[in-house]
């Protein structure tokens, strides 16, 4: 069964960063993804990895400030640079696949979330 246990938010200054991990288990073969709700907000994907990590997406919003990558141990990491008060929300981390990767309803696997706050 795959289990994705997520860590590392917290509230932290605009300009800061933050790095979240996802603890993972038999996710081998999935896209890996991160995706964040704001409150009042429909849930959006922000950066996935592709199976073997050789391609990465990541959102227009946050292209050239978030990085998506991961360990041998199969820990999912999202760091998080030059962070704004938009970038606040609820972060999850998500393993599915099939299609694209890049649609939300492909993801079957879901962890509890981190919450990550930026203020101005």
């Known amino acids: 069964d795959v289990q994705l246990v997520e860590s590392g938010g917290g509230s932290v200054q605009a300009g800061g960063s933050l790095r979240l991990s996802c603890a993972g288990s038999?996710?081998?073969?999935?896209?890996m993804g991160w995706f964040r709700q704001a409150p009042g907000k429909e849930r959006e994907g922000v950066a996935i990895l592709y199976p073997r990590g050789r391609t990465k997406y990541y959102a227009d919003s946050v292209k050239g400030r978030f990085t998506i990558s991961h360990d041998i141990e199969n820990t999912l990491y999202l760091q998080m640079n030059s962070l704004k008060p938009e970038d606040t929300g609820m972060y999850y981390c998500?393993?599915?696949?099939?299609?694209?990767?890049?649609?939300?309803?492909?993801?079957?696997?879901w962890g509890r979330g981190t919450q990550v706050t930026v203020s101005p």
């Open positions: 038999n996710t081998d073969n999935y896209c």
């Open positions: 998500a393993a599915g696949g099939g299609g694209t990767c890049r649609e939300e309803d492909e993801y079957r696997h």
